[in-house]
């Protein structure tokens, strides 16, 4: 008989489903199996707990001071306004100093401190009416906290610095340069968060911590994608071909062709792949629903629908593949 | 880049040996699909297979309509049936690969929306008949499939039907009842997984989709009715309703996760750090289902599901934000409430732990 210790460590779900399809268990026997190889430990599930709980409540507690400050309460004289989001800044970095910077407690603190500068000048905008647009502000929230977010070693407060600065890139297109094509704006959101995934990865081949945390760039390239799907969309019906629409057809090509080699060849993951050929199959609609004679919309229709379907599964048994060949090499696991 | 080592065949065998020493196993059978099952599917194919079948049903569909195949009777019922069944047929092909996945489930999807659309025409059935023939439609064909994906399809469909029955009833207030139902089968899976697994081996291969199903559902139901107007302009109200069923969920859930894990704490303090939140969020039932989400994803290490669960804490944070029925004021006072309980929770937990380390 096999001692329980000589197991596997961890056994994945489908697996034990698979067991307790075709074996007879009994239901401790079972849970048994589910506590030791699933779920996480008692140390995992209590650190877990306590991760969540302290960030829940101090995500709670800023999302109730961000809408306090927004009520604009005429009771609360401006003075109180600025001692309220003053000495909670002064308050959250105090501590973060007497902390070990690398506590979650401390992170957080820090976090908590970026937002609260945002405040401050939220409040500073409502109570001298400065006049200021939504790219001033965003602009001098991102450089005062710069710094900050630099010494940090935080992943939550450099997404956070991101969206503000993906924010900063929107409202300059919008109330400073007032271009009227809105393709310029989507071309520097695509090339702003791939610049971003870059310096990620960069950081991840030096940091091993930072390159196992896979949902950050997970997330940047996501909304890098997401943007360049726009700006080629928009390019394909938009016949005039300008300087914008091949700045966003070279971003295309640089992208894709980078990051099929790197999530391929250096970093073994599935979803970049899937995000990355999701896209091309939306372009290529947009291609085909532009090219094909106007008049004849039944044809469009039907090409449209045997393309997507023939390219998803192509590309699902593409990665599929791709994926069974990984996880034969070495018998390893690869990203998923 | 850590990496887990994969699990082999004897690795399974070791396993079934040290904890069901005397429990019979078909090996001849789990040998077959060992290598389909340990390869796994990432999540990632399931969605791209999902989203892709979907725009192809559409844009067939709408062929459809166009080529005015829809202005013969016969044939839409004919051709719904053919691509149903057809569909269906492809989830019996026993070892099959994710070639046939988008195929099929594009087929269902038109199948079904060709055939609703004749049954609609043929028989002039109103939305309420349309959706209790759709209730039992959607039953049997989950009983029927063998797909994962399209069992999660036909569930989610039985339960937007019985949401449709209630909102053409104008009972608006019955959606509490539906969103707790959503939500307490959910967690009953979650929390019993083990035990329904060992007693019946069919859950075993309905179990991901059931689970899922009640999750995507409980989620849009929260997420098109929270707080919003109906069809009639009628708001739908009293959702503290709602949030009293979850907060219920919430402490049962919190019980059972701390009594099974034998955490050396008391399943009680589980109760009323519950009850204290489902209390501070009343007026948010989305913020109280996400909490709920997260706590029993974290407890079945489902991490698909904990992602769903901090992606919707944060739409219904924002959600909850835009609610005018409630002064921003007020909202503030509760949030600010809600992050203290929980700063207070965790100064007690590190309070506790210090201790326990001391002694």
């Given amino acids: 008989m096999s001692d329980k210790n000589s197991t596997p460590e961890k056994v994945s779900r489908p697996l034990l489903y698979l067991l307790a399809r075709h074996s007879e268990w009994k239901n401790e026997d079972l849970q048994k199996v589910f506590k030791d190889k699933v779920y996480p430990t008692n140390t995992q599930l209590l650190t877990l707990f306590r991760y969540f709980v302290l960030a829940a409540g101090i995500s709670f507690l800023l999302c109730g001071v961000i809408f306090f400050f927004a009520y604009n309460w005429d009771a609360l004289t401006s003075m109180l306004k600025f001692i309220v989001c003053e000495s909670a800044i002064v308050l959250c970095i105090i501590f973060y100093l007497f902390l070990n910077p690398e506590k979650t407690l401390a992170k957080l603190l820090l976090t908590m401190a970026m937002v609260m500068t945002g405040v401050l000048f939220a409040v500073f905008g409502q109570v001298y009416q400065t006049g200021a647009n939504a790219y001033d502000f965003f602009l001098t929230w991102t450089l005062a906290v710069t710094l900050w977010v630099l010494l940090s070693r935080f992943l939550t407060l450099w997404l956070i610095y991101l969206v503000i600065i993906n924010l900063v890139v929107f409202f300059y297109f919008e109330q400073v340069v007032h271009l009227h094509g809105e393709m310029y704006s989507l071309d520097a959101h695509t090339a702003l968060n791939f610049v971003a995934l870059i310096v990620y990865e960069a950081i991840g081949r030096k940091n091993k911590l930072v390159a196992k945390q896979r949902w950050m760039p997970r997330i940047i390239l996501f909304s890098a994608i997401f943007f360049l799907t726009f700006a080629v969309s928009y390019s394909i019906f938009d016949n005039s071909w300008e300087k914008d629409n091949y700045i966003a057809l070279g971003l295309f090509f640089f992208i894709f062709i980078l990051c099929c080699w790197f999530y391929s060849s250096v970093v073994k993951d599935i979803l970049p792949l899937g995000m990355i050929g999701f896209s091309m199959i939306i372009m290529l609609v947009c291609f085909i629903v532009e090219g094909i004679d106007k008049d004849n919309v039944e044809l469009t229709l039907l090409i449209v629908s045997i393309t997507v379907l023939a390219a998803t599964t192509g590309l699902v048994t593409f990665l599929y593949r791709l994926n069974k060949t990984w996880q034969g090499n070495g018998k390893e696991k690869t990203n998923q | ?359």
């Fill in chain 2, 1 to 359: 880049m850590a990496k887990k080592k994969q699990i082999s065949k004897e690795d399974l065998k070791a396993l079934h040996e040290a904890y069901n020493p005397q429990g019979k196993a078909d090996w001849k059978i789990i040998d077959e699909e060992f290598e389909n099952v340990a390869t796994g599917n990432p999540i990632v194919l399931k969605i791209l297979i999902i989203l892709g079948s979907q725009i192809a049903a559409l844009a067939f569909i709408g062929f459809l309509a166009v080529m005015d195949l829809f202005d013969n009777k016969e044939s839409q019922f004919t051709l719904g049936i053919i691509f149903l069944g057809g569909g269906l047929a492809m989830s019996f092909i026993k070892n099959r690969s994710d070639f046939f996945e988008p195929f099929a489930l594009t087929c269902v999807i038109t199948g079904l929306s060709v055939l609703t659309i004749s049954f609609a025409d043929a028989m002039k059935f109103k939305e309420t008949e349309l959706a209790g023939v759709g209730l039992i439609i959607s039953l049997t064909l989950w009983f029927i499939s063998r797909s994962a994906l399209q069992q999660y399809g036909f569930f989610g469909l039985f339960i937007f039907c019985i949401a449709v029955l209630m909102w053409e009833a104008k009972a608006y207030n019955m959606i509490h009842v539906l969103v707790g139902l959503c939500a307490a089968f959910m967690t009953f899976l979650l929390v019993h997984e083990a035990e329904l697994l060992s007693s019946s081996k069919r859950v075993a291969g309905r179990m991901n989709s059931l689970i899922a199903s009640c999750a995507s559902v409980l989620g849009l139901l929260l997420l098109i009715s929270v707080n919003k107007e109906s069809f009639d302009g009628e708001k739908i109200g009293n959702w503290w309703a709602s949030s009293i069923m979850l907060t219920g969920l919430l402490a049962y859930s919190g019980y059972v996760v701390v009594k099974k894990s034998m955490l050396n704490i008391s399943p009680y303090a589980a109760i009323v750090v519950a009850i204290i939140m489902g209390a501070s969020c009343v007026l948010a039932p989305g913020i109280i289902a996400s909490v709920l989400l997260i706590l029993l994803a974290h407890y079945t290490a489902r991490y698909l599901l904990l992602t769903a669960g901090t992606i919707s804490l944060i739409c219904f944070t924002i959600a909850f934000y835009y609610n005018l029925n409630i002064s921003l004021l007020n909202k503030s006072i509760m949030l600010i409430i809600s992050g203290i309980i929980f700063l207070g929770i965790f100064a007690g937990m590190q309070y506790w732990s210090s201790k326990k380390s001391n002694s």
